[in-house]
């Protein structure tokens, strides 16, 4: 074990020195885990207010207290962005800034001391250039990086962590989802309430609404559509992705005030949309408005930009346009093309590494 509590995994029990081309079926990447060679890992003591230089480690098992905060008490953030391996060869990551400043947000309101924005795209860059065999060739996936801020300190009251830790770790992944998404709408449990965590990456924003994912999968639905928890009126988000719906030149999403992860996908697509002509509106949206459109699509890091199919609510069920011609079909060639390098970034976006 190493000063950071980090047991180190021997070379031999993760991949070795295996070529790029061997070393999993880049042509079955799924959204899972898959571990590759290094983490990253930088911590902050009580006092210090500020994370001291980090450093890469193998990857491998963190040990912590039992009595540690993100174990007792879920305080933690986790953040979720992707390398890109373009037809050039290059690998470039996205608006990883972005993940930066909502990192700082949420561990602002977590009580957490946070990387600067300067530590954090520092420590990507690194966690993705450790492990650059693992990210996909074209076409196949990318390499998935998933920070972590936690409260590792032991703490047995109920307050915040005197120690923190961030750590980076990558895995190779493919779509979140195959095909488009079919979604029924939850009306009993929410996701999120005002003054509450789901505007931020909280760790624990995410196991309470296990039970009913679940339980609309076991139905045969891929996800669940949220409604807003103050009025079980408007649609908020999904699982793990936004929702925008359109209705001839108008394309709206819920509005980023507390409830609304603010998915950078989604203010990509915004922009994107923009440009491409359409009118953007943010504001809350009534159900039957996303009954009655003629098209919806969701945003995320993990997922990119899905078609919904259908959607099915007290069992009225509306199916939607997906495929070619569609809207999303076309916001997806465009964010991807920029992503892979395929069109040209004039905006300030990739950071190639
Ligand atoms: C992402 O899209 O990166 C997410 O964080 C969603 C999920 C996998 C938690």
Redesign the pocket.
């Known amino acids: 074990r190493n000063a950071v509590g980090v047991q180190t995994a021997s070379d031999a029990s993760i991949n070795g020195d295996r070529e790029e081309h061997d070393l999993c079926n880049w042509d079955e990447l799924k959204f899972s885990l898959i571990p590759t060679d290094y983490m990253y890992v930088m911590k902050c003591s009580s006092g210090e207010g500020a994370f001291s230089q980090g450093h890469l480690t193998r990857y491998g098992n963190v040990e912590l207290s039992p009595s540690s905060g993100v174990l007792n008490y879920g305080q933690g953030l986790?953040e979720?962005l992707k390398a890109y391996r373009g037809d050039d060869n290059r690998i470039r990551l996205f608006r990883p800034e972005q993940n930066a400043l909502r990192m700082q947000m949420g561990a602002e309101r977590m009580c957490m001391p946070s990387p600067t924005a300067e530590q954090f795209v520092g420590s990507i860059k690194q966690t993705a250039l450790a492990n650059k065999r693992w990210v996909p060739p074209p076409g196949k996936g990318s390499l998935y990086i998933r920070p972590l801020l936690l409260g590792t300190g032991a703490i047995l009251g109920v307050a915040p962590s005197p120690e923190y830790t961030f750590l980076a770790y990558a895995s190779p992944v493919g779509n979140?989802f195959t095909g488009s998404m079919h979604f029924s709408v939850e009306d009993k449990v929410y996701r999120a309430i005002p003054g509450g965590t789901g505007g931020i990456?909280s760790i624990t924003n995410?196991s309470p609404i296990y039970k009913a994912v679940t339980q609309a999968k076991a139905k045969g639905f891929t996800d669940v559509i949220f409604l807003d928890a103050a009025t079980g009126k408007n649609i908020e988000e999904a699982t793990?992705?936004n929702i925008f719906v359109a209705k001839g030149n108008v394309i709206s999403t819920p509005p980023i005030a507390g409830t609304i992860l603010p998915g950078i996908t989604r203010k990509t697509i915004i922009e994107v949309a923009s440009w491409l002509g359409y009118q953007i509106e943010e504001r809350a949206i009534p159900l039957e408005e996303l009954m009655n459109a003629d098209e919806a699509f969701c945003t995320?890091?993990?997922?990119a930009i899905k078609p919904v199919g259908s959607v099915t609510y007290q069992g009225q069920r509306v199916e939607y346009k997906t495929g070619e011609g569609t809207l999303s079909e076309t916001l997806f060639r465009t964010l991807t093309g920029i992503q892979t390098g395929r069109i040209e970034d004039t905006m300030g976006w990739i950071v190639e590494i």
């Open positions: 986790l979720g979140y990456k995410y793990a992705c995320g890091t993990a997922i």
